[in-house]
């Protein structure tokens, strides 16, 4: 028997790959089905089924383009219903896959379809379950992300407080638990670093799994402190029940090699937005006006999908050379499939060409020291009311990345800001939105908060402000 989680960081994602006497099952495939073609080709196993958990939200699953290319059903649990054939488990039906035996569990509250997979390995012993989000590692699913359904968040915390009491606690301790995601998703609230554990385990460390709780106790303690969900989860929660354009077209489309000729034109379109996923600090020095930055490295996608939302946005780009196919792959798995091309020879084309560019001021932590005893100056802290309500710097106002279209238009147009996250990712995100929307050059504080709390003569505050 082979069990293997496949760990996408980017993303805070895990597939399975389970494999017995040839015969193998995938759960919760990512968009791109090459990596698992690849891996059943080289274990000369045959995929049996693919076992989708729920409608993802936070990314587009695999299940449609895997299906076609492996000729393998896709499965899910009772009341999904997708536009798409697919085998319909009821709860408790079972499937074999080479010696080993897979039992669906129904366990609505993430999703009214939300199912787990219990794995029963070779000698019959209940070894594994694969909970999709229903259960996390010290978390459960947050229950606010399903398709509209005219039931409220606390109706759907009721059901999954029975669903984990009901179905998963009741297994026995020894057996592994399985989720569908790890910290940094936004599918959680309280998710451990860890990917997978003990019920045993959990059922100690876990807050949704103790056995004093009450249902009301259960309700209350899961949905407080839920920020609202990224907009765009709704729109890949509706593309992975309706379907999409296969993965091959999605990234012949958007590896063209553009001229400087056709990449001007096609920018210069009302609707088409180029975005530059070069390092923040290179980035910085010069960029096309109007480019918004999205580093490639770290959650590139998910920021991506959360500033910009809309998943029909097209998009030209501008990356290190080699770097095409994981930029297109990457946003095509959050559901952003417009991507009509890329600049041939990046930023370097673009400056020979003598076009116009812009830049970005960024200065170190020992700067924006000396300039704060100087003067009052207006410092923007754009990470997570989270993060701000544990500490900031004295003075600083939350303007978080998250939340942009919110809250950027409270800012002054004529002023100059100095901004900046936790490590310099998301203040660039921030200043290069704000330089496109016509703000006061935004300054850029190198190293962001980590920086910030390592630099002698800042005031560092505790607060309570949880939002913004």
């Not at 960024?362 to 009311?385: F, H």
């Amino acid at each position: 028997m082979i069990v293997e989680q496949i760990y996408t960081g980017c993303l805070a994602e895990a597939s399975y790959y389970i494999e017995s006497d040839g015969e193998a099952v995938i759960i919760d495939p990512l968009r791109e089905a090459e990596p698992y073609l690849a891996k059943l080709k080289k274990n000369g196993a045959k995929l049996k089924y693919i076992f989708e958990t729920h409608f993802h939200a936070d990314f587009v699953s695999g299940h449609l383009d895997l299906s076609k290319e492996a000729n393998a059903p896709i499965v899910y649990g009772p009341n999904a219903n997708p536009d798409f054939d697919v085998i319909q488990l009821a709860d408790g039906d079972e499937l074999k896959v080479g010696k080993l035996r897979f039992k669906l569990l129904h366990t609505p509250g993430h999703t009214l379809e939300s199912s787990c997979y219990l794995l029963f390995d070779e000698e019959e012993r209940e070894t594994a379950i694969f909970t999709g989000d229903t259960l996390f590692i010290g978390d459960v699913g947050r229950p606010d992300l399903a398709i509209d359904n005219g039931l409220s968040k606390k109706d759907l915390a009721k059901m999954m407080y029975h669903s984990l009491r009901e179905k998963i606690m009741v297994l026995p301790d020894h057996i592994t638990i399985y989720p569908a995601h790890g910290a940094g998703s936004a599918c959680g609230k309280n998710m451990s670093d860890e990917t997978f554990d003990t019920l045993g385990n959990q059922k100690e460390k876990n807050y949704a799994l103790r056995a004093d709780m009450t249902e009301d106790d259960f309700v209350a303690e899961v949905l407080d402190g839920i920020a609202p969900p990224p907009e765009y989860f709704a729109l890949n929660a509706l593309l992975n029940k309706q379907g999409y354009s296969s993965i091959e077209e999605v990234v012949a489309r958007g590896t063209r090699a553009l001229s400087l000729q056709d990449f001007k034109s096609l920018s210069s379109e009302e609707d088409v937005l180029i975005i530059d996923t070069r390092h923040q600090q290179i980035f910085n020095k010069a960029f096309i006006p109007g480019a918004l930055f999205f580093g490639l490295k770290g959650s590139f996608a998910p920021w991506v999908a959360s500033v910009l939302k809309n998943v029909d946005q097209k998009i030209v780009f501008v990356c290190e050379e080699g770097k095409e196919k994981e930029v297109v792959v990457r946003l095509a798995r959050v559901g952003f499939d417009q991507v009509l091309g890329f600049l041939k020879g990046g930023m370097d084309t673009w400056i020979s060409a003598g076009k116009p560019i812009d830049q970005i001021l960024s200065i170190p932590t020992e700067e924006l020291q000396q300039k704060m005893e100087m003067s009052q100056l207006s410092v923007i802290d754009v990470r997570k009311p989270s993060e701000f309500g544990r500490s900031t710097v004295e003075s600083a106002e939350n303007f978080p990345l998250d939340y942009i279209d919110q809250n950027i238009s409270s800012l002054d147009k004529s002023k100059e800001y100095f901004v900046f996250c936790r490590s310099g990712y998301r203040s660039m995100v921030y200043a290069s939105m704000m330089k496109k929307m016509g703000y006061k050059a935004p300054v850029d504080i190198i190293g962001g908060f980590n920086a910030i709390a390592q630099t002698d003569g800042f005031k560092i505050l505790e607060t309570a402000c949880t939002a913004n």
